[in-house]
Each structure stands twice: as structure tokens, then as C-alpha cells.
């Protein structure tokens, strides 16, 4: 009971302060509902981003990852942060400049506006399908086990899941539908406190515990019983190879954080561009703590409960929460993951409102729309849209392989949206008829190699057929040289006769933060001293 008090009390405050500072808001604006009348400062940005990053798939995930396989598992976390260096140095100063609402208006102002209507209706069906069902039911499952919800309620496994997806969904969706992206940002905020507290706990108490009351005996103890575990370079039989850091493990960050809608909206709603520069760059910095309060959970885990863990680690982050955390921390830690659990669902439900509003229902179905009919038609389409996810999420109960074949399907559009994107960014005098090519061809090659041969190549020999696996994350990367080879044969043979200027819309000061590339510079020494000295303390 004390842990179910102190959940419901943390999740009120953060309500009842997200509601004080959002009730003066003009959200009869498309502007005021999806950018938060471009005032966002550093610390929202920043404090919005990495809990929209931040689900419980992804602790689950990773301290699972880290549990089965150890330390490499950190690429996921450190990569992001090289990926928003970029971010902020090199794409949001074209974004804010652009004064654009969506990735997609983007593209219509570099290539076309039928680009920009392909585009969205990709990224409207891949983030609804393979994103906000399985952040319900990933969340669910989570706070269903943490409360033995099933016990309390006196109801099944099955219904006690059921209910809490609906209370996820109806609560993620009050927020993302009436409070727009101002009150989304501000309690990922808030929630983003609680967690960062809570989650550097949950290392300090593995260490504390592993060392039987001495920390540093701890950390000890991870290098001395095991030391393979800390090593962060994997070999050809890992999860992770090294050689996939600099293919798809590369790409997908760079889809994730630079391109990505329902992340980099947060970016677009800064008040400048120096703020949106110093909320990224601070969001990099804290993506450097990620091994430590992502990722050694898990290895922390194996040394302790390898025993009690499936092989999988699939439970190994939960088993570690429940073992070493007080009653009272319990309810808070959980409050601030069902914080997370909103912050990745209703930004990506207020996303999609965005998308289906600004680009298709105004650019295509309704031109003359106004602000206010806009906000109207983006808050009906979310209310539905939450509807039909809730009613997802609780079909998907049981199906792990099909969770794996929604991944995969998304995945077959993100190197090939990320592409067009960066080409718009870089290339001056690419044709709109070049990215549509390669687009094609980028979306045929990764479904045919990925569904059709499951990643596999067989040729016969005189000793008999063999087979040649190629990592999926390899196939990203020869995805992304596929399109690439395509865009620069169409740049060659019929480039655009004048190149490509960017207007400024002078929407907001995009006076660059001085501070933006030697902190930047700081990010990628980390990244590679981090990365240096695990691996010295491995060997």
C-alpha cells in the first residue's frame, strides 16, 4: 500500500504542475498546440527528449542486452549522443531557419510537395503500428507485475493488462490531445527529475549490494569475478559486432535523433536556436550517463541473480528493482517510470496529431483550413488514433514474433526517410526525381533481403549450398550505400540547374550558441574515452 501511495502521489504532483503552467496557454493555435508557441527553453527541450527517448522497452531491453551479453550493449546509449551532436551543429540550425511544424514540410521545401505527403503517410503508419501499441503493452506489462495488479484487483493476468493499457492510453492521451506540446514537455520534465534520481539509485544499491555493503568492492567484484563482461567492443558472435557501430548502429541514430518526428519536435519548439542547441547538448551530456544507470543494472543483475533470470534477461531489470529497492522508493521509482511510459506515448500520439493535421489535412484535404480548425481536426484524429492503439495494445498479449515483425517493418522505412532527409540537408542540387528512385529502391532492397531471404545468402558449391548470414544492422548500412549510389548517379547525370537556397523565415533567433561545437567536441572525447577505458578494465 505504501508503494501504490507514493506512486500516486508523485503522478498527481506532476499532473497538477503540468496543468498550472499550461492553464494560460493559446492552444487554439496550430503553433500554440504542436510547437508550445515556440517557447521552450533548454531544460524543457533537454529534460523532453531524453524521457521521450525513454521507455520502459528500451530499461527493459537494454539491461536485458546488458545482462546476456554485457557491456557492448552501451552503443545504443553513447551512439545517440554523437547522433545529437550532429543534431544540433548541423540540422536544427536548417530546421529553425525553415520555421517548419514537420520533418515533411521540410521536404517540400527542398524537394516537392508530393514528397512531403509520401513522407508523412510513411512515418503516420510506421509510428502507429510499430510504436505506440507496443510502448502500451511494454508499459503495461511493467507496472501490471511491479503492483501485482492481478492480486490487488482480483482479476486475471490477461484483464489486469488490459485495464492498465487503457489507463495508460486514456491518461498518455488527455495529455497529448487537450494539453498540446507544451504540457507534454513540461511533465517529461518533471518525470525526467524523478527518473534520473531513481534510475542513478539503482546502480548505487546493485554496487552496494554486490559488494555486501562497500561499493567500491563492488565495482571491484564486476571487474575481478568476470571481467569479459565490462569489455564495450563485441566480437563476430555478439549481438552487437564492432563492425555494426559504423553501419546500421550509426544510421539508426542518426534516423532516430536527427530526423525522427516525434523526437525532434521538441527541438523545433525552442525559443531560439541557441536554447534548442544548449537543450540538445544537454540532453548528449546526460546521454553519457546512459551505461551507468542503463546499462550496468544489467550486468550488475547477472552477478547477482543469474540464477533467478531467464537466459534472455528479459526480467533482469525488473528482478533488480523489486530486490533492492524499499517500499516507499518503489512506489516513486514506478510513478517515475509510468512517467516514462506516458512521455513516450503521448509525444509520439501528439506527433502524429501533428502529422495528419499539418501535412495531410491541411497540405492535401483541406488547404484553407484555419488555426483553429486544425487544432479541432489534430485533436479528433489523436482521440481516435488512441482508441484504436488501446484496442492494438490488447491483441498483442502473446505475440513476440509479431512485435519482432512490426520492428521490422518499420525499420524498412527509417534509413530510406533519414537519406532523403540528410541529401536535403547537404546536397544543393539534388532533383526531387533522385530521392523518389532511391527511396524505391531502398524500401525493395531491405524488405526483399529482410522478408525475403531473412537475411540470408545461399549459392551452391561442389561440396554442397552455403549459407552466408548477413547481420541485420550490416544491412542497413549496405541499404543506405544502395541509395546513396543511386541519389549520386541521378546528381551527376541531371543535377539542378541552379542550386538550392534556403529561406529564412526569421521565426525565431537562429543566432548559433557559441558554446555548441567545443561542447560537441567534449561529447565525442567522452564517447571514445568511456568506450577506452572499459575497455582496458576488461582485459
Not at 517540400?108 to 503493452?137: D, Q
Not at 491518461?171 to 520534465?189: E, K, M, P
Not at 533488480?320 to 516513486?332: A, E, H, I, M, N
Not at 531502398?442 to 547481420?471: C, D, R, S
Request: with cysteine.
Amino acid at each position: 500500500m505504501l508503494a501504490i501511495t507514493s506512486f500516486l502521489f508523485f503522478t498527481a504532483l506532476v499532473a497538477y504542475i503540468s496543468w498550472w503552467y499550461t492553464r494560460h496557454d493559446a492552444l487554439d493555435t496550430s503553433t500554440g498546440y504542436y510547437l508550445a508557441g515556440r517557447s521552450l527553453t533548454w531544460v524543457v527541450v533537454g529534460g523532453s527528449l531524453l524521457l521521450t527517448n525513454l521507455s520502459t522497452e528500451q530499461l527493459v531491453g537494454l539491461n536485458g542486452g546488458a545482462f546476456k551479453d554485457g557491456m557492448e550493449t552501451m552503443a545504443w546509449e553513447l551512439g545517440a549522443a554523437v547522433a545529437m551532436v550532429v543534431m544540433a551543429i548541423v540540422c536544427l540550425p536548417i530546421y529553425l531557419r525553415c520555421g517548419i511544424t514537420t520533418i515533411p514540410e521540410f521536404l517540400e521545401r527542398r524537394y516537392n510537395k508530393p514528397t512531403r505527403g509520401l513522407v508523412s503517410l510513411i512515418i503516420l503508419i510506421a509510428v502507429s503500428i510499430s510504436v505506440l501499441p507496443f510502448v502500451l503493452y511494454s508499459g503495461a506489462l511493467f507496472m501490471r507485475d511491479v503492483f501485482e495488479l492481478p492480486r490487488i484487483l482480483h482479476v486475471s493476468n490477461e484483464l489486469a493488462l488490459w485495464i492498465t493499457v487503457a489507463a495508460i492510453g486514456i491518461v498518455g492521451g488527455i495529455y497529448a490531445i487537450f494539453g498540446g506540446l507544451r504540457a507534454v514537455a513540461i511533465s517529461d520534465t518533471l518525470n525526467g527529475v524523478g527518473l534520473l534520481v531513481a534510475g542513478l539509485l539503482i546502480p548505487i544499491l546493485g554496487l552496494r549490494a554486490l559488494g555486501e555493503g562497500d561499493i567500491w568492492a563492488g565495482v571491484t567484484r564486476l571487474q575481478q569475478d568476470d571481467p569479459s563482461r565490462l569489455n564495450p567492443i563485441g566480437d563476430a558472435s555478439s549481438s552487437l559486432p564492432v563492425g555494426t557501430l559504423f553501419t546500421g548502429v550509426a544510421l539508426l541514430h542518426l534516423y532516430y535523433w536527427c530526423t525522427n518526428q516525434f523526437i525532434v519536435q521538441r527541438a523545433f519548439a525552442s525559443q531560439s536556436l541557441q536554447q534548442g542547441q544548449k537543450g540538445v547538448m544537454f540532453a548528449a551530456v546526460m546521454k553519457l550517463l546512459g551505461p551507468f544507470y542503463l546499462i550496468l543494472p544489467g550486468v550488475i543483475a547477472y552477478h547477482l541473480f543469474r540464477d533467478q533470470i531467464d537466459p534472455e534477461g528479459n526480467s533482469a531489470y525488473g528482478t533488480l528493482v523489486r530486490q533492492l529497492l524499499p517500499k516507499p522508493l518503489l512506489g516513486f521509482f514506478a510513478a517515475a517510470i509510468f512517467g516514462a511510459i506516458l512521455s513516450s506515448f503521448n509525444s509520439a500520439l501528439n506527433s502524429c496529431a501533428t502529422l495528419f493535421s499539418v501535412d495531410l489535412y491541411k497540405g492535401f484535404m483541406r488547404p484553407q483550413a484555419t488555426d483553429h480548425e486544425m487544432v479541432r481536426v489534430g485533436k479528433l484524429f489523436g482521440t481516435v488514433l488512441a482508441i484504436g492503439v488501446i484496442i492494438g495494445a490488447c491483441m498483442i498479449t502473446s505475440g513476440e514474433a509479431l512485435f519482432q515483425q512490426m520492428k521490422s517493418i518499420a525499420a524498412t522505412f527509417d534509413i530510406p526517410v533519414m537519406v532523403i532527409v540528410f541529401v536535403g540537408i547537404l546536397s544543393k542540387r539534388t532533383r526531387p526525381g533522385a530521392v523518389w528512385a532511391a527511396l524505391l529502391v531502398g524500401v525493395l532492397f531491405y524488405a526483399t533481403i529482410t522478408f525475403g531471404f531473412e537475411n540470408k545468402l545461399t549459392w551452391n558449391t561442389a561440396t554442397g549450398p552455403q549459407v552466408y548470414e548477413i547481420h541485420w544492422l550490416h544491412v542497413a548500412g549496405l541499404n543506405f550505400l544502395l541509395m546513396m549510389s543511386v541519389i549520386g548517379a541521378f546528381r551527376v547525370i541531371a543535377p539542378l540547374p541552379t542550386p538550392f537556397v534556403l529561406e529564412d523565415t526569421n521565426q525565431v533567433d537562429t543566432t548559433p550558441w557559441p558554446l555548441a561545437r567545443p561542447l560537441g567536441a567534449f561529447v565525442l572525447c567522452s564517447v571514445a574515452a568511456i568506450y577506452a577505458l572499459l575497455w582496458m578494465a576488461a582485459r
